[in-house]
């Protein structure tokens, strides 16, 4: 196994989207790069009064959308114009979903993991 392998990422996004994966209407993450292949956990953050809410998931790598039923999955499988628009050129599936039992502070972030949201992203 790879010594300091990177297993989580830390990932801002928009209210809407963190809205959408926790109802469940949003069950991949589309990205325009691609994240590493040793990440497990996909850790989403968002700024409200100075906190990060997190939300983390079970990670999959690249591949064909099975459930076209999620938001802009159809589009990604079809290769239609509108899921460069929807995020990018990978999908994700979003296998489980968990919130922290407190927020973390972004100074915490700071102190702690050496981690300064928002960015776009952060291992």
């Known amino acids: 196994e790879v010594q300091n392998a990177k297993r989580d990422i830390l ?3 928009k209210t809407p989207d963190v809205n959408n994966i926790v109802s469940r209407a949003k069950n991949h993450e589309f990205r325009k790069y691609l994240i590493s292949r040793t990440v497990e956990r996909m850790w989403y953050a968002k700024l409200c009064n100075g906190l990060i809410h997190a939300l983390i998931d079970n990670l999959r790598h690249p591949s064909d959308i099975e459930n076209e039923e999620g938001l802009a999955n159809a589009d990604f499988s079809a290769g239609r114009k509108s899921a460069a628009i929807a995020g990018g050129s990978y999908a994700y599936e979003i296998m489980h979903l968990y919130k922290l039992a407190r927020s973390l ?5 700071g102190e702690r993991y050496k981690i300064s949201p928002p960015q776009r992203y952060a291992y």
């Open 11 to 13: 990932i801002s996004i």
């Open 105 to 109: 502070h972004i100074s915490v972030l």
